[in-house]
């Protein structure tokens, strides 16, 4: 497992979402798709072969703390969809950008637990 490149794809969420409220995006972001979290290589593992490491400490924090970054960044798209700038910025920099944050943290903890 790949644990840098997960935080890495995670990490260059951010970039992905702020150049979407610059305006200098060349993607078409779904939210609907986004929201999901099970299609990244993170939740494909923790719903997959992570299943056998459900008991382990951090976990069940990460799978609910991840669930929460998608839908985040989902609302962000959504937000910034409906015209709504100032709030997609702020959610973006505020509870989005502190979730990804702990969430970061949180996996690194999951990948020591696992590699033990």
């Known amino acids: 497992m790949d644990w840098m490149g ?3 794809a ?3 969420w951010k970039l992905r979402l702020q150049k979407l409220l610059d305006g200098t995006s060349e993607e078409k972001l779904d939210p609907a798709v986004i929201g999901l979290d099970n299609r990244c290589a993170l ?3 923790i719903y997959g072969d992570g299943q056998n490491y459900r008991e382990a400490e951090t976990f ?3 799978r609910l ?3 929460d970054f ?3 960044a989902a609302e962000v ?3 910034h969809m409906a015209g709504k700038a100032d709030e ?5 920099n505020g509870n989005y950008a502190k979730l990804s944050e702990r969430l970061k943290r949180r996996i690194l903890g999951l990948s020591q637990q696992v590699k033990s």
């Open 88 to 92: 997609a910025k702020e959610l973006l």
């Open 10 to 12: 995670h990490v260059m």
């Open 70 to 72: 998608h839908r985040y």
């Open 77 to 79: 798209v959504s937000l």
């Open 43 to 45: 939740g494909q593992w």
């Open 6 to 8: 997960i935080i890495n």
């Open 60 to 62: 069940e924090e990460v």
């Open 65 to 67: 703390m991840h669930a």
